[in-house]
């Protein structure tokens, strides 16, 4: 087996239904259904293991403690034996070709160092997410393809497993999301991705998610939070997106009163002493945000 589709649900029973279905309208069933139970309390485990025994595909089930999706995708991670990965959220589906492209994607590019593979979204009213996108390079680098080539929306990343096991994210005790920034910034100088032009994956934004409740993730995961802002000062690709990012990561571990020696063990760069300095320019300007955020009045 090549690929396993893992899936973080939190209390996601009647949603993650849709996904089941569109999973069983596979043209290929080569791959396997790792779905990571994050502590659920609505039945979703009962559910799974009645799917277990008539679905045409494995499914695994890992159930765990609830400690957020970024835990969750550390757990599949470990635990994946196949040599691609891709996260599918439990709201969302995929196409009935999905699979079967992702493997013949992956068959064409046999022998080429490649991190892994783009493939695009479209949401439920039809519009594909990012528009009509098309690089003038099929490999194109995690941060590239929105920093260089410009890309607006969202993509589907299909990994290989060797290099998606050389990161993990963050752990913070008490707190329950991270940015993927952290993850991603890790393994994206590892090798490039490969551009696939094919829509694969329907999504829709619950009003639950993450997408719509931003502020009050930050206020719940200051750590989390400031992880993400202390990776971009330390990744990003512009002198003023480091500053920037740097006087974040230094405004929230203010208002928040954060020991900042464990977020920047997160970090495997330095950040220069002119980018510091810099940042302390803009540093009043984000305590004014954070601390309306940490108030709940944004």
Known sequence: MELTVFTPVYN?????????????KQSSFEFIWMIVDDGS??????EISAWKADAPFEI?????????????????????????FVCVDSD?????????KILEANQREAGKEV???????????????G??????NSYIGLREIYHKYGFKGELVIVLKSKYAKMASFPVFPGEKFVSELVYYNEIDGLAPMCWIDDVIYRYEYQETGYSK?????????????????????QYATKTLQRVKAYSEYLAISDVFDLKKVIIEKTGHRKVNLVEKTLARVFINHYKSLFIQIQNGER
């Open 115 to 129: 991190l892994g593979f783009y493939f695009r979204k479209v949401d439920t009213n039809g519009v594909i997410s």
């Open 12 to 24: 996601r029973k009647e949603l993650l239904k849709n996904l089941y279905v569109s999973l069983l």
């Open 92 to 100: 969302d589906e995929l196409m009935p070709d999905a699979v079967k």
């Open 131 to 136: 528009g009509n996108f098309q690089p003038n």
């Open 213 to 233: 409740n931003s502020n009050r993730l930050i206020a719940n995961n200051p750590y989390g939070a400031a992880a993400g802002y202390f990776s971009e000062a």
């Open 60 to 84: 695994q089930l890992i159930q765990q403690n609830n400690q957020g999706k970024h835990v969750a995708h550390n757990t599949a991670v470990k635990a994946c034996m196949t040599n691609l």
């Open 41 to 46: 309390t609505d039945g979703v485990a009962e």
